[in-house]
């Protein structure tokens, strides 16, 4: 198994640019998030999803969006890109089923991306 | 608000000592926690998790306690190596919301 995989390494983007950053997991898991983690900031959470066909806002939504139309895959859209925008983006994946523990969540690689 | 504190930036120990990192909440009851390594320029790996109803976690060199009454989480890495030098996470999780992560601890373990 590859685990998450996250799409590009890098990226430099210009102010008000749009790009996809892609994620897919091979691990069949329901649950997958999308998060931002600034230096000494932790990991804010941007979206979320709980299966394909349905996500949710995490604690930074805004400038963001997603889509989750298969178990594997979930993009995460900037339409707008802006400075504050600069940071490193982290994919993960978690099994969760109704009634039982909490499981881990695994990370991709991440993608640091550049707003200039 | 809910807030998770870690409650230093950087901690410095030496080879062999026990490393001892302390995670705090406040307005929040979290049912699980989990603790997560992160080395740099890689996403986070996963600990450790406890339960609310589990005093203590093993796992062998890393040992996790849960204090409800002292809203408070400590993480033990005994026999510390240099190897062990990261920055570790803790994360809250309450009923049906997702994890929320601490800002993190980075260890520098000297030989």
């Known amino acids: 198994n590859a685990g998450v995989t996250q799409t590009p390494k890098f990226r430099i983007l210009k102010i008000g640019q749009s790009m996809t950053l892609q994620c897919t997991q091979d691990?069949?898991?329901?649950?997958m998030y999308w998060y931002r983690q600034d230096p000494g900031m932790g990991l804010k959470l941007i979206y979320y999803s709980v299966g394909a066909g349905i996500t949710d806002k995490g604690e930074v939504p805004n400038g963001y969006n997603v889509s989750r139309s298969t178990t594997e895959d979930f993009p995460l859209r900037l339409e707008l890109a802006a400075p504050s925008q600069t940071s490193v983006y982290f994919c993960?994946?978690?099994?969760?089923?109704?009634?039982?523990?909490?499981?881990?969540?695994?990370f991709g690689p991440g993608t640091r991306l550049t707003v200039l | 608000s809910q807030k998770i504190e870690q409650n230093s930036e950087a901690l410095n120990i030496q080879e062999g000592k026990t490393a001892t990192l302390t995670c705090n909440y406040t307005?929040?009851?979290?049912?699980?926690l989990q603790w997560y390594r992160q080395d740099p320029g890689r996403g986070p790996v996963f600990l450790l998790l406890i339960r609310e109803n589990e005093k203590e976690k093993r796992k062998e060199r890393l040992k996790v306690t849960f204090d409800t009454t002292l809203k408070q989480s400590l993480f033990h890495i005994t026999a510390s190596q240099p190897a062990d030098s990261a920055t570790y996470l803790c994360a809250f999780l309450s009923g049906n919301t997702p994890l929320v992560f601490g800002k993190g601890t980075r260890l520098s373990v000297i030989a």
């Open positions: 307005n929040y009851s979290p049912a699980y």
């Open positions: 691990m069949n898991h329901n649950y």
């Open positions: 993960a994946s978690s099994r969760r089923t109704s009634g039982t523990t909490y499981n881990e969540q695994f």
